[in-house]
């Protein structure tokens, strides 16, 4: 990874209250399940998430599969299970991946139930917290799981607010706000996430998380930066970049001036809005 130190601090009031809740909390619980967006499986990972969950067994949940570049995705898939975790990479929306998710919470209430059974104490409906950093569908989760809509979603971070108990089947499940850590160790981890709108886009620089974008379609996705922007490649002159976008998707006139706030936008958007597939931009 990208070990470039930076100065970006990103750590809204509630994400500090939620942590603190969450460790308060945990005893509560008997299982975890934490998401993570399979297109920066790495990135999106809470930085701390260790020292929250303690050892409560853990369901890693790789959500937006049907928006990563599957095959560098499974290599992360890979890692995580190498280091002892259960991972499941799905579609929240494919009713195949869901029933598969499904199974695997059975299995680990399965396990639990039958540990407590050791113990001579009786079956119980099991407790588990969803965490995970901001916008990786925890919301669409809890709702496909309650089979009805009980926490609100949106493609925003930060749009859940509190802690939230919800019954989902046999299974209590606590909804968490997204959360993130103080300081950012590194810009990639932290252009990643605002790639994939895990961090407000006001936070950093737009033209930064744009350029970060297009660099990273130059490097591993060459036809999507021509078929999306109308770019063979980049270029070092990002003036000329930015008008041949401008030019090609947005009707710029030859003596017009660009404005490069809109094409940032237009192009942090051509992600947000899933104009563009089939890409993982942390690289293991």
């Known amino acids: 990874m990208n070990e470039n130190k930076t100065n970006i601090n990103w750590f809204p009031g509630h994400m500090q209250k939620t942590k603190r809740k969450l460790a308060e909390t945990m005893q509560l619980v008997d299982f975890v399940l934490e998401l993570v967006d399979s297109r920066i499986?790495?990135?999106?990972?809470?930085?701390?998430?260790?020292?929250?969950?303690?050892?409560?067994?853990?369901?890693?949940?790789?959500t937006k599969k049907d928006l990563c570049d599957i095959n560098e995705t499974n290599k992360w898939v890979k890692y995580y299970e190498e280091k002892g975790l259960k991972v499941v990479l799905c579609d929240l929306n494919n009713n195949t991946d869901y029933l598969s998710l499904v199974k695997e919470?059975?299995?680990?209430?399965?396990?639990?139930?039958?540990?407590?059974?050791?113990?001579?104490?009786?079956?119980?409906?099991?407790?588990?917290?969803?965490?995970?950093?901001?916008?990786?569908?925890?919301?669409?989760?809890?709702?496909?799981?309650?089979?009805?809509k009980v926490a609100g979603v949106a493609n925003t971070p930060g749009f859940t607010k509190s802690l939230t108990w919800i019954k989902a089947g046999n299974t209590l499940l606590l909804d968490s706000p997204g959360i993130l850590w103080p300081k950012f160790d590194n810009?990639?981890?932290?252009?990643?996430?605002?790639?994939?709108?895990?961090?407000?886009?006001?936070?950093l620089p737009v033209d930064d998380v744009a350029v970060h974008i297009l660099k990273k379609l130059d490097t591993h996705y060459k036809d999507?930066?021509?078929?999306?922007?109308?770019?063979?490649?980049?270029?070092?002159?990002?003036?000329?970049?930015?008008?041949?976008?401008?030019?090609?998707?947005?009707?710029?006139?030859?003596n017009k001036e660009v404005d490069y706030n809109k094409v940032s936008l237009y192009i942090i958007n051509s992600i947000k809005n899933e104009q563009i597939k089939g890409i993982t931009f942390d690289r293991y």
């Open 41 to 62: 499986p790495f990135s999106s990972r809470v930085q701390d998430i260790d020292n929250i969950i303690k050892n409560k067994p853990v369901l890693l949940v790789m």
């Open 105 to 148: 919470i059975d299995n680990l209430a399965d396990e639990i139930n039958s540990k407590r059974k050791e113990k001579g104490l009786k079956p119980k409906n099991i407790r588990g917290v969803v965490i995970g950093s901001p916008n990786v569908g925890k919301s669409t989760l809890i709702n496909r799981l309650a089979k009805k």
């Open 187 to 203: 810009d990639e981890v932290a252009l990643n996430l605002a790639s994939m709108s895990s961090i407000k886009v006001e936070v």
């Open 224 to 254: 999507k930066l021509k078929d999306v922007f109308g770019l063979e490649a980049l270029t070092e002159d990002y003036d000329k970049n930015y008008r041949l976008i401008a030019k090609a998707k947005m009707s710029l006139a030859d």
